[in-house]
């Protein structure tokens, strides 16, 4: 079921990562996530994985792969968003078979619900968006630990 809650705070500056074109846009991607949120995000593990998830996708669903990466330090959140240029036709959504550990793929939109506290589709002028929103001060094994 896609969450599409959409972020009600004001928006700070984004930062931005080209991805088109890169032989390793996972990489990029990861490093650029690392470093921006390495000494102001507890999240910086979940947001790695996040990223690489709806890279990855971007990477096997599209045919041109993702255009680029944004990245909000949102006061208590961080706004992640993978843009290709493909429209929004409504594939993006979670497997039937997200939920079943023994199955080879179909659980990355799974894994990213989990970590965020939500994540939806968005229309762009040139294609989508796919966005997570993750808590800035948590990760998601303290969350789970109630810590």
């Known amino acids: 079921m896609l969450n599409d ?8 500056p984004a930062h931005w990562v080209a991805l088109a074109g890169q032989r390793e846009p ?6 650029r996530v690392r470093t921006m949120l390495a000494d102001v995000a507890p999240c910086v593990d979940d947001a790695v994985l996040v990223v690489s998830e709806l890279v990855g996708n971007a990477v096997r669903h599209t045919v041109a792969g993702p ?5 909000e330090i949102d006061g208590d959140q961080v706004v992640i968003a993978v843009h290709d240029p493909e429209p929004d036709d409504g594939r993006v ?17 799974w894994l990213v619900q989990t970590l965020a506290r939500r994540w939806y589709v968005e229309t762009t002028a ?13 990760t998601a094994v303290s969350r789970a630990a109630g810590s």
């Open 5 to 12: 809650s959409r972020p009600t705070v004001p928006s700070s």
């Open 26 to 31: 996972l990489v990029a991607a990861r490093d």
């Open 67 to 71: 255009d680029c990466l944004t990245i």
């Open 93 to 109: 959504h979670l497997s039937e078979t997200a939920a079943d550990p023994l199955a080879e793929s179909g659980r990355g939109l």
């Open 126 to 138: 040139v294609g989508k968006a796919v966005v997570a929103v993750l808590p800035r001060g948590e």
